[in-house]
């Protein structure tokens, strides 16, 4: 069985930086993009930032040049970088990943979410 596994989340204030990790652990055989994804209160869940199995990275606009999305392929983990930060970026960040099983084929995963809080 797969999962991912979030940390990093937290209270920050405006113009402070927080690193996002998220780990996938279980009977993986390959990992393809990964990916974070925001969801504020009473809005939907967007798309923040993903990389490719290859390492290119693409990113909202509304992030663009605040934030840094890396990969680690030995520890099948995926980052986010998140400096500048605004009250606008406040919401719950989940990971999610494209992942091939030993014994499963590809599926999407999910994280649980990380709470990320921005004061202004």
């Known amino acids: 069985q797969v999962q991912l596994v979030e940390s990093g989340g937290g209270l920050v204030q405006a113009g402070g930086s927080l690193r996002l990790s998220c780990a996938a652990s279980?009977?993986?055989?390959?990992?393809?993009?990964m990916g974070w994804y925001r969801q504020a209160p009473e809005k939907q869940r967007e798309l923040v930032a993903v990389?490719?199995?290859?390492?290119?990275?693409n990113y909202a606009d509304s992030v663009k040049g605040r934030f840094t999305i890396s990969r680690d392929n030995a520890k099948n983990t995926v980052y986010l970088q998140m400096n500048s930060l605004k009250p606008e970026d406040t919401a719950v960040y989940y990971c999610?990943?494209?992942?091939?099983?030993?014994?499963?084929?590809?599926?999407?995963?999910w994280g649980q979410g990380t709470q990320v809080t921005v004061s202004s």
């Open positions: 999610n990943a494209v992942i091939g099983g030993i014994a499963t084929p590809w599926n999407n995963y």
């Open positions: 279980g009977s993986i055989f390959s990992i393809g993009a």
């Open positions: 990389i490719s199995g290859g390492g290119s990275p």
